[in-house]
């Protein structure tokens, strides 16, 4: 069981939109819907802005979109705020009861 | 609105046995929910580390699970971890999150919707 791939950093100007991307395997993200994404402050927890790929948190900001493709999930964010600077995760069922999360990405807003 | 609190002690020496409860307010641990384990070792990515039913059934990392133990307690309503023979790898921030069983769409280990504030465990003599 390996770690889903994200780029380890992002960055774009605010406005403008950025994609994170996760790869997993045909055994993972490829094989379930059940995709999502994390947004982490430093020394705050975890707070999940995307499920089942597409999905968004009742009252969360449509400005964070997902989508999967084979074995890669993206997240959208447009309309790029200084406020959408963060730490970034993504995570997966990955079969026989397991779940793994990708490494992480870290955006910097301009 | 569920609270989640970790509690346990911030330091452990290695090889000993780390601990920490989950104390859960304002919410039953015995709805249909599961009820997970996350760490985050120090300027590193989230890990799952395992989850746990009301029911007492458990699902652990494979990587860990040889030295885990997740039980819950519903009389009190929380749940605990247990990490045996640990190292220095094993220092990070512990969270414990409530994961989402049973969606719209399919009842599996769904995501995490809420989480604890996390709790900074260091290993070392």
């Known amino acids: 069981q390996s770690a889903l791939t994200q780029p380890a950093s992002v960055s774009g100007s605010p406005g403008q939109s950025i994609t994170i991307s996760c790869t997993g395997t045909s055994s993972d993200v490829g094989n379930y819907n059940l995709v999502s994404w994390y947004q982490e402050y430093p020394g705050k927890a975890p707070r999940v802005i995307i499920y089942e790929v597409t999905k968004r948190p009742p009252g969360f900001s449509n400005r964070f979109s997902g989508s999967k493709s084979g074995n890669t999930a993206s997240l959208t964010i447009s309309g790029l705020q200084a406020e959408d600077e963060a730490d970034y995760y993504c995570c997966t069922y990955a079969g026989n009861n397991t779940l793994v999360f990708g490494g992480g990405t870290k955006l910097t807003v301009l | 609105q569920v609270h989640l609190q970790e509690s346990g002690p911030g330091l452990v020496k290695p090889s000993e046995t780390l601990s920490l409860t989950c104390i859960i307010s304002?919410?039953?641990?015995?709805?249909?929910?599961?009820w997970a384990w996350i760490r985050q070792p120090p300027g590193k990515g989230l890990e799952w580390i395992g989850t746990v039913y009301h029911s007492g059934s458990t699902y652990y990392n494979p990587s860990l699970k040889s030295r885990l133990t997740i039980s819950v307690d519903t009389s009190k309503n929380q749940f605990s971890l247990k990490v045996s023979s640990v190292t220095a790898a094993d220092t990070a921030v512990y969270f414990c999150?409530?994961?989402?069983?049973?969606?719209?769409?399919?009842?599996?280990?769904?995501?995490?919707?809420?989480w604890g504030q996390g709790t900074l465990v260091s290993v070392s003599s």
């Open positions: 999150a409530r994961q989402i069983h049973c969606s719209s769409e399919t009842c599996s280990l769904n995501w995490f919707d809420s």
């Open positions: 304002d919410f039953s641990i015995s709805s249909n929910n599961y």
